[in-house]
Nanobody
Framework: QFEFVESGGGLVQPGGSLRLSCAAS????????IGWFRQAPGKEREGVSC????????FYADSVKGRFTISRDNAENTAYLRMNSLKPEDTAVYYC??????????????????WGQGTQVTVSS
């Protein structure tokens, strides 16, 4: 069972920054690719980013490329999403999940397991 605790969300003005954390408690995070997903009100959940476990490759949705950075600290069993230059359209609940991504095959956007509680990000002036 893959269990995560997401944190770090909040209210930020346009152009601001946040760093989200994704802590794994029930398994070794370093063995898996980790994806960040988000769901805005009235919209379907979408993939934001993924980081491979095998080769360190990173992948981003076009809408966040150049503004968001995904990383992982396997010793801390935690993944992160640094979000800069935030826009109102980034407002959503953000979730992390085990995913599939690496350099040879790309990003599957296939989350495994149940969703956690997520962390709310609101970008507004």
């Amino acid at each position: 069972q893959f269990e995560f605790v997401e944190s770090g969300g909040g209210l930020v003005q346009p152009g601001g920054s946040l760093r989200l954390s994704c802590a794994a408690s029930s398994f070794t995070l370093g063995h898996y690719a980790i994806g960040w997903f988000r769901q805005a009100p009235g919209k379907e959940r979408e993939g934001v980013s993924c980081i491979s476990s095998s080769d360190g490759s990173t992948f981003y949705a076009d809408s966040v490329k150049g503004r968001f950075t995904i990383s992982r600290d396997n010793a801390e069993n935690t993944a992160y999403l640094r979000m800069n230059s935030l826009k109102p359209e980034d407002t959503a609940v953000y979730y992390c999940a085990v995913d599939l991504c690496d350099a040879p095959t790309g990003w599957a956007r296939t989350p495994f397991g149940s969703w956690g509680q997520g962390t709310q990000v609101t970008v507004s002036s």
